[in-house]
C-alpha cells in the first residue's frame, strides 16, 4: 500500500467538509475518486498533501506523513497536479520543470537531466516549448506542464486534480493516455475527475464522494455498472414514464 | 549655480543614490519572496557602518554579542518548529547555522580587532557579523506569521525596527562615528574631482547588481525564490519551502544592508538611528518600483539620490521634506491607474 488515508477529518471555520474519509491506493494503481462539485474532492487532495490541516491518519509507504510540511512530503514521494495547475507563470518552461525536481538539486546534473528528458519524452510539446514562458501556454499545454513538473520529483505518489478540467476533448484523451502510461511507470496515481466515464476507464478501484462522505467504493468496473452511478455520474437516466 | 556645482551636486547625488539603489533593490526582493516590507533594513545599514568603523578604530564592535543572542533565539525558535519531525541532519544543519556560525565569527572578530587587516578584511568581517543577523530575525520574527496578511507582516518589521534601533543604541551608544575612506585616490576630470569612495559605491553597487542578476537568472535558487515570488503555492507544491526562500532573501538583503553600511561608513557620520532615514529613502525608490521592478526601483533611488543632493544645495532644511514628497505624485499616479487596490493577493 503506497497511500493509506485513515478517518479524515477536515473543516473551513468550524464548518466541516469531510468526514471520516478512508482511501487506500496501492503500489502501480490508478485510483479514482468522483463526485458531484463541492463534495470535497479537492479538499480531500490537499489534506492529504499538507495543503489544508486535517485531522486522521496519513500513512504514505508505511511512514506516518500527518504531521509533516507539504515541502517535506514532497521529499517524502508524493506530488500533486492542483486544479489551478500553480505554475510559475514568469519562468520559461524548462526552468518549471527544472524546479520540479527541486528536491533532487544535490543529485549530479546528469541525472537531473535524464529526469528532464524523461519528461520531456512523455511530453513532446513541452520539449517544443522550453524556452516560452509558462503563462504564455494553452490549457492543454499547462496542464501537461504541470503534470511534467510533478512527475520531476519522481513521486510514487501522483494526485491529479481534474486533470481534464476545461480541455478540449481530443487533449483530454491524449492526458488520460498518458496518465495509464504512468502507472506501467510504477507511479501510483490518485485522480480526481468530474469526467466519471474517463476516470473509470482507466481506473483501477474508485470512490464516490458526495457531501464530504465516501458513499460507495468498489472496483471501477463495478462501479460503472452500478445503478446510482450510472444515473447521477455517467448520465445515461433510467427509462422515464412518458409525460401524460 | 554654475555648471560646476551642479556636476558637483550630481556626482554627490549619483552616488547616495547607488547605496538607495542597493537597499531598494532587496527591499524589492524580500518584498516579493516574503511580502515583508523590510524596515529593518536601515537598522543593517546601521549596524553594517558602525560595525565597520568600530573595527576600522581597533575597536571590538559591540555588534557581536548581538550576532550570538540571535542566533540563539534563532536556535530556539527552530527547534520548536520542528517539535513534531525533527531529523538528525536538520537539527545539526541548524545548530551549525544559529550557534556555530556566530561562535566561529565571534571568536575570529575577538583574534583579529586591533590588528591591522585592511579595508578588505574588515569590510568582509563586518558582512559576516551583521549579515546573518536577518535570517535569524527572519526565523524568530517573520517565520511563525508566514501566512498573515501584509499589514500584519508590516507591524513585525517596525516592531523588529524599533527593536533593533534601540538594541543598537545600547551596543554602539549615542555617539556618531565616521570610518576613513577605503582609498585616498582623487581623479580629476577637467575641472571635476572624483573621490575615489565615490568610485567604489558606485562599482560596489553596480557588481552586487550584476550579481543579482546571474543568482536569478542562473540559479537554481534564484529560480526557487523567483517561483516562490510568483507562486507561493505552487513554489511549496514542488518542495522549495517558504521558511526556505524567506531565508535565503533575509539573507541577501542583510549582505547587502551591511554593504550599504560599509558603503557609506566613510561618506557621513553614521549614528545608531541613521539607518531608518537611509532606509527609507530605498523605500521610496521601492514604491516607485511598484515594490517588483528591480530596474525602475534602482533607477528611482538615483532619482532620489540627485533630488536630495540638489535640494540639500536650495534649501537644506526641507531636503528631506522634498525627497519624499516626491513619492506622493507617483502613488496617486498608481492609485489612480488600478482603483481597487486591495492590499493582499
Redesign the interface.
Known amino acids: 500500500m503506497i497511500l493509506a488515508a485513515t478517518g479524515l477529518h477536515v473543516g473551513y471555520g468550524g464548518a466541516a467538509v469531510l468526514h471520516d474519509v478512508s482511501i487506500q491506493v496501492g503500489r502501480g494503481q490508478i485510483i479514482t475518486v468522483i463526485g458531484p462539485n463541492g463534495a470535497g474532492k479537492t479538499t480531500l487532495l490537499n489534506a492529504i498533501m499538507g495543503v489544508h490541516e486535517g485531522r486522521g491518519s496519513l500513512q504514505l509507504a508505511g511512514k506516518d506523513i500527518g504531521r509533516l510540511p507539504v515541502e517535506a512530503r514532497v521529499r517524502a514521494g508524493m506530488s500533486l497536479v492542483p486544479e489551478k495547475r500553480e505554475l510559475f507563470g514568469s519562468l520559461p518552461v524548462e526552468d518549471n520543470l527544472r524546479l520540479g525536481g527541486f528536491r533532487f538539486r544535490h543529485e549530479p546534473a546528469l541525472a537531473r537531466r535524464r529526469q528532464l528528458d524523461e519528461v520531456y519524452a512523455l511530453f513532446p510539446r513541452l520539449r517544443e516549448r522550453r524556452k516560452q514562458l509558462a503563462g504564455t501556454l494553452s490549457g492543454g499545454e499547462r496542464q501537461m506542464l504541470a503534470m511534467g513538473r510533478a512527475l520531476m520529483s519522481r513521486p510514487d505518489l501522483l494526485m491529479l486534480d481534474e486533470p481534464s478540467l476545461g480541455l478540449a476533448p481530443l487533449i483530454v484523451r491524449e492526458i488520460f493516455t498518458i496518465i495509464a502510461d504512468l502507472r506501467a511507470r510504477s507511479v501510483a496515481i490518485l485522480l480526481v475527475e468530474q469526467n466519471a466515464r474517463a476516470a473509470l476507464q482507466i481506473a483501477n478501484y474508485g470512490y464516490v464522494l458526495e457531501t464530504g462522505r465516501v458513499t460507495l467504493q468498489g472496483a471501477s468496473a463495478e462501479l460503472a455498472a452500478d445503478p446510482r452511478v450510472v444515473e447521477t455520474y455517467l448520465g445515461i437516466a433510467k427509462a422515464v414514464p412518458a409525460p401524460v | 549655480m554654475d555648471a560646476d556645482i551642479a556636476l558637483i551636486l550630481l556626482q554627490d547625488g549619483v552616488v547616495n543614490g547607488a547605496v538607495y539603489a542597493l537597499l531598494a533593490l532587496s527591499l524589492v526582493l524580500v518584498f516579493s519572496v516574503t511580502r515583508v516590507i523590510l524596515i529593518p533594513q536601515g537598522e543593517f545599514v546601521a549596524y553594517g557602518a558602525l560595525t565597520y568603523a568600530a573595527l576600522d578604530a581597533g575597536k571590538v564592535p559591540g555588534s557581536i554579542w548581538m550576532l550570538g543572542l540571535l542566533g540563539v533565539a534563532a536556535c530556539l525558535a527552530g527547534l520548536w518548529s520542528m517539535r513534531?519531525?525533527a531529523s538528525r541532519g536538520a537539527v545539526l544543519r541548524l545548530l551549525a547555522g544559529t550557534l556555530l556560525l556566530p561562535a566561529v565569527v565571534i571568536g575570529v572578530t575577538l583574534l583579529l580587532a586591533g590588528r591591522a587587516i585592511g579595508v578588505a578584511g574588515e569590510a568582509v568581517l563586518t558582512v559576516l557579523i551583521v549579515a546573518p543577523m536577518a535570517p535569524y530575525l527572519y526565523d524568530i520574527a517573520f517565520k511563525p506569521l508566514a501566512e498573515a496578511s501584509v499589514l500584519t507582516l508590516l507591524i513585525a518589521a517596525v516592531g523588529t525596527h524599533l527593536a533593533l534601533m534601540g538594541v543598537g543604541l545600547v551596543l554602539f551608544g549615542p555617539e556618531g562615528f565616521r570610518a576613513t575612506a577605503f582609498s585616498d585616490a582623487v581623479l580629476s576630470i577637467g575641472s571635476q574631482t572624483i573621490q575615489g569612495q565615490s568610485i567604489w559605491v558606485v562599482a560596489s553597487t553596480a557588481t552586487t547588481m550584476l550579481a543579482l542578476y546571474l543568482f536569478f537568472g542562473f540559479t537554481?535558487f534564484g529560480?526557487?525564490l523567483?517561483?516562490t515570488a510568483?507562486?507561493r503555492?505552487?513554489?511549496?507544491?514542488?518542495?522549495?519551502?517558504t521558511a526556505l526562500s524567506g531565508r535565503i532573501a533575509f539573507g541577501l538583503a542583510g549582505v547587502i544592508g551591511a554593504m550599504g553600511g560599509i558603503l557609506v561608513a566613510p561618506l557621513t557620520t553614521v549614528y545608531y538611528d541613521s539607518g531608518f532615514l537611509i532606509g527609507l529613502k530605498g523605500f521610496v525608490a521601492a514604491i516607485v518600483g511598484g515594490m517588483v521592478s528591480y530596474p525602475l526601483a534602482a533607477l528611482a533611488a538615483v532619482l532620489v539620490g540627485v533630488v536630495e543632493s540638489f535640494s540639500t544645495f536650495w534649501a537644506s532644511a526641507f531636503k528631506e521634506v522634498i525627497v519624499f514628497t516626491v513619492i506622493l505624485p507617483v502613488l496617486l499616479v498608481r492609485s489612480l491607474r488600478s482603483p481597487v487596490a486591495e492590499d493582499e493577493e
Open positions: 513534531h519531525h537554481l529560480k526557487a523567483h517561483a510568483v507562486n503555492l505552487g513554489a511549496r507544491l514542488v518542495g522549495i519551502s
